[in-house]
């Protein structure tokens, strides 16, 4: 069992799962509105990446004697909202909300790091960001293929979620 977590560091740690459930439920919006198959892999490897992130935040505030959030609150309605007008536009216009999103999850997760302590600065640094920036790649790379690269993509088998 981990340390007791002084509460901003569980504060911290909230605001990551909550972009966090926000990423999911956005991929969840936008898998339902692909139309290549080929890109709807590559978006639920990155949705799974998103969930497995969301689950070890969760039970590292549960085990730190936290209460994790349950949902993504306003900012998970707004993304939802994005995702899915971007819907409209096509598979294009989806993908370019997503990498909005994993810039902003990046960036998150820069700046909480630098306020976290401890393991949980590990955890972060070690695992859960580079987790966001190897999905952050995929879909910004998904994007550069789909402005005048080669379309349909193909998914990475490489990406580990």
């Keep these: 069992m981990q340390h007791q977590m002084q509460e901003p560091e569980i ?8 972009g966090e459930i926000s990423a999911v439920e956005s991929y969840d ?4 509105k692909v139309n290549e198959s080929s890109v709807a892999d590559i978006l639920q490897q990155c949705r799974e990446s998103h969930n497995f992130r969301a689950e070890k935040l969760r039970s590292t505030i549960s085990e730190s004697g936290g209460e994790p ?3 993504a609150g306003p900012w998970g309605s707004f993304a939802k909202m994005v ?3 971007a819907g409209t536009a096509g598979d294009k216009a989806i993908i370019s909300a997503l990498e909005e999103g ?3 999850g990046s960036n998150t997760y820069e700046w909480k790091l630098r306020d976290m302590k401890g393991e949980n ?3 972060i640094r070690d695992e859960l960001w580079p987790k966001q920036k190897a999905t952050h790649k995929l879909i910004s790379k998904l ?3 789909a402005l005048g690269g080669v379309w ?3 998914p990475d088998p490489h990406l580990e979620a």
Excluded: M
Aim: negative net charge; proline residues 7%.
């Design 11 to 18: 504060e911290l740690l909230n605001v990551l799962l909550k």
């Design 29 to 32: 919006a936008a898998l339902f």
């Design 69 to 71: 959030i349950c949902d």
């Design 83 to 85: 995702t899915s007008a």
């Design 102 to 104: 994993e810039d902003i």
């Design 121 to 123: 600065r590990n955890l």
């Design 143 to 145: 994007a550069q293929q």
């Design 152 to 154: 349909p993509p193909t």
